[in-house]
């Protein structure tokens, strides 16, 4: 079920429980700012989440409240994940969902990393 991102961070949201080592994952990247782990129900060969550390529910709120280096950092984290797994010259998709209208279904910023096969244009149908 799709949030909204406009409301505050819920530390019992599945991905800070994550973090916390409540639930476990299959790690695949680990550094101060972000952890990466295989998706539960993946939608390429390779589907990866990406999460920073700190409690930010979306995009937006990440940029208007992280500081700098935070932002850094988990950029830096992403573009890791994805030469680490091969996929720069093959290419890869990125995909942020924010807020009810972008279908974000957690209240934790986290960017999809998929990869593996041709994807296809995205196409929106309005």
Partial sequence: MPIDATQPYDDQNIFARILRGEI????????????AFHDINPQAPLHVLVIPKGP???????????PDD??????R????????????????R?????GTNGHQEVPHLHVHLFGGRPLGPMLARF
């Fill in 24 to 35: 476990p994952n299959k790690t695949v990247y680990e550094d101060e700012w972000a952890l």
């Fill in 70 to 75: 935070e932002i850094a950092g988990f950029v």
């Fill in 56 to 66: 930010y529910v979306s995009w937006d709120d990440f940029s208007a409240r992280a």
């Fill in 94 to 98: 990125l995909l942020a969902n924010v």
């Fill in 77 to 92: 984290a992403v573009g890791h994940v994805a030469r680490e797994a091969g996929l720069v010259e093959p290419g890869y």
